[in-house]
């Protein structure tokens, strides 16, 4: 479905090198199949035997590697936030798993008896203060090995997994675009001083959720000698008398019960609900720990306490302590570093994107190489199915144009007539995503479509549109 103002899924690989006019043409197809029927098999897709075949032979042929599927989405994500001034960068580990009674080459078994490997993932989000979900920028494949087997290429094995949000880091940094400014959004998994150290040494700037009350240097007790370190404490003390920088209100998403048998209190089901919350700021230097590899002994960066006052009845309140490099001076400058953080959830959002709106743990594929280059095949469409959803949810009053063309909402309103329902003489992105939803079976009752009812709705209303389309070719319409 073509949008006029949300990227085009085939445009990802405008920059990739074949060899052969052909596939090229193949790729059209198969982009064009996936973005309409996110969820279906590769063969209902892309149109039963001959479809899927093709795209067999297409991850099969030598020309198509994962790293230049993966380069050339890279490229796109790129030259989208060039421009931008400001891209936050949101990085985050997930587990895809496949059925399997054996594991598949390449991949590694998972806790409970399946084959998969974790994706390490960054995700490009605008910074303006809308959010607005851009591209992948990179992935790492990442898989577990016993002790003196080595990982199969392109898949990474650690024996030190922190190390994958490094690799990341620097690789993102490294090919940066000139007058770009990035800022690495991560949770507390990435709490890590080399981390720090390695953002800032290669220009980068940072908003991290810390997880441990770290050491730093405390500047009111000065030093004892003019070669002595000044002496140390916590950022828990530091906070005590933080200045209070922001009052603010915000909107919270809800989130479903997963029926995981084990949910961290951060992580508990809640409804959607506005939260008052108190934001304090302090400077502080972060003291190196013992056996880190970083050079610098000390890092300057803000502490930001982010609580909420007063939340409801039986609510986990809101609590995070958040260590950037961002400048606080301000209460715009400090809602920018809370907003940054809050951008977070998008790449949650994106792996439930990827694993329900694209089904991709449903993919019959054999290898870890086939597995990563449909991985990357799917990951912009992954993105558009977010970026559609959050349009609908945020940006309420954004005309519907952003999504289809003139001509599909035309269409979309003969139908909804044939329902006896309308849209409006000048839908919203919400009037329509509504209506194309409820073609999936969503009820009013619920408050956001799921990703399945959300998928399954695009699929409907591909297949009409398209029927539509071929019939009118005819001159039957």
């Known amino acids: 479905?073509?949008?006029?103002?949300?990227?085009?899924?085939?445009?990802?690989?405008?920059?990739?090198?074949?060899?052969?006019?052909?596939?090229?043409?193949?790729?059209?197809?198969?982009?064009?199949?996936?973005?309409?029927?996110?969820?279906?098999?590769?063969?209902?897709?892309l149109g039963k035997t001959a479809g899927a075949e093709g795209l067999y032979r297409f991850l099969a042929h030598p020309a198509v590697t994962y790293e230049g599927l993966l380069e050339a989405q890279r490229?796109?994500?790129?030259?989208?936030?060039?421009?931008?001034?400001?891209?936050?960068?949101?990085?985050?580990?997930?587990?895809?798993?496949?059925?399997?009674?054996?594991?598949?080459?390449?991949?590694?078994?998972?806790?409970n008896g399946k084959s998969g490997f974790y994706g390490h993932v960054c995700l490009a989000v605008s910074g303006d203060g809308k959010r607005v979900p851009i591209g992948l920028m990179d992935l790492i494949p990442v898989v577990r090995v016993a002790e003196g087997e080595a990982a199969v290429a392109p898949a990474v094995a650690y024996e030190n997994e922190s190390e994958r949000w490094l690799d990341l880091v620097r690789r993102v940094q490294q090919k940066r675009p000139a007058g770009a400014t990035y800022v690495h959004v991560m949770d507390s998994e990435a709490d890590?001083?080399?981390?720090?150290?390695?953002?800032?040494?290669?220009?980068?700037?940072?908003?991290?959720?810390?997880?441990?009350?770290?050491?730093?240097?405390d500047p009111k007790r000065g030093r004892r000698g003019p070669d002595d370190p000044p002496r140390v404490h916590r950022v828990s003390d530091v906070l005590?008398?933080?200045?209070?920088?922001?009052?603010?209100?915000?909107?919270?998403?809800?989130?479903?019960?997963?029926?995981?048998?084990?949910?961290?209190?951060?992580?508990?089901?809640?409804?959607?609900?506005?939260?008052?919350?108190?934001?304090?700021?302090?400077?502080?230097?972060?003291?190196?720990?013992?056996?880190?590899?970083?050079?610098?002994?000390?890092?300057?960066?803000?502490?930001?306490?982010?609580?909420?006052?007063?939340?409801?009845?039986?609510?986990?309140?809101?609590?995070?302590?958040?260590v950037t490099t961002l400048p606080v001076d301000t209460p715009e400058q400090v809602a920018a570093v809370v907003d940054a953080y809050r951008a977070r959830w998008l790449i949650e959002e994106w792996f439930k994107a990827m694993k329900t709106g694209c089904a991709y743990e449903d993919r019959q594929l054999e290898s870890i190489d086939t597995l990563l280059k449909a991985f990357v095949l799917l990951a912009p469409v992954a993105t558009r199915l977010l970026t559609l959803r959050?349009?609908?949810?945020?940006?309420?009053?954004?005309?519907?144009?952003?999504?289809?063309?003139?001509?599909?909402?035309?269409?979309?309103?003969?139908?909804?007539?044939?329902?006896?329902?309308?849209?409006?003489?000048?839908?919203?992105?919400?009037?329509?995503?509504?209506?194309?939803?409820?073609?999936?079976?969503?009820?009013?009752?619920?408050?956001?479509p799921g990703w399945r009812v959300l998928g399954r709705g695009f699929e409907e209303f591909s297949l009409m549109y398209e029927g539509y389309l071929i019939a009118r070719e005819g001159g039957e319409m």
């Open 1 to 45: 479905m073509h949008t006029a103002a949300v990227p085009d899924p085939a445009d990802a690989f405008r920059t990739l090198d074949l060899p052969d006019a052909r596939l090229y043409r193949r790729l059209d197809i198969i982009m064009a199949g996936l973005t309409a029927h996110p969820a279906h098999s590769f063969p209902n897709a």
């Open 75 to 111: 490229d796109a994500t790129r030259a989208a936030v060039a421009g931008n001034g400001v891209t936050l960068l949101l990085h985050d580990t997930s587990l895809f798993q496949f059925s399997a009674t054996e594991v598949r080459p390449g991949t590694c078994r998972t806790s």
């Open 192 to 217: 890590h001083y080399d981390l720090f150290y390695a953002v800032i040494d290669a220009g980068g700037h940072f908003v991290i959720r810390l997880s441990a009350d770290r050491k730093v240097a």
């Open 240 to 322: 005590e008398n933080a200045e209070v920088r922001l009052l603010r209100s915000v909107r919270l998403s809800a989130r479903v019960n997963t029926g995981a048998p084990k949910v961290s209190k951060r992580n508990l089901p809640r409804d959607e609900r506005d939260a008052q919350l108190v934001v304090r700021v302090a400077p502080a230097e972060i003291k190196r720990p013992w056996g880190s590899a970083a050079k610098p002994p000390r890092c300057a960066v803000n502490i930001v306490e982010v609580m909420e006052v007063n939340p409801p009845e039986g609510e986990v309140p809101v609590s995070w302590r958040l």
């Open 390 to 448: 959050w349009l609908a949810h945020n940006e309420t009053d954004c005309p519907a144009t952003v999504v289809l063309s003139v001509d599909e909402i035309r269409f979309l309103r003969v139908i909804e007539r044939s329902r006896k329902r309308d849209l409006p003489p000048k839908p919203t992105v919400y009037d329509v995503m509504l209506a194309i939803a409820k073609m999936g079976g969503f009820l009013t009752s619920n408050k956001v």
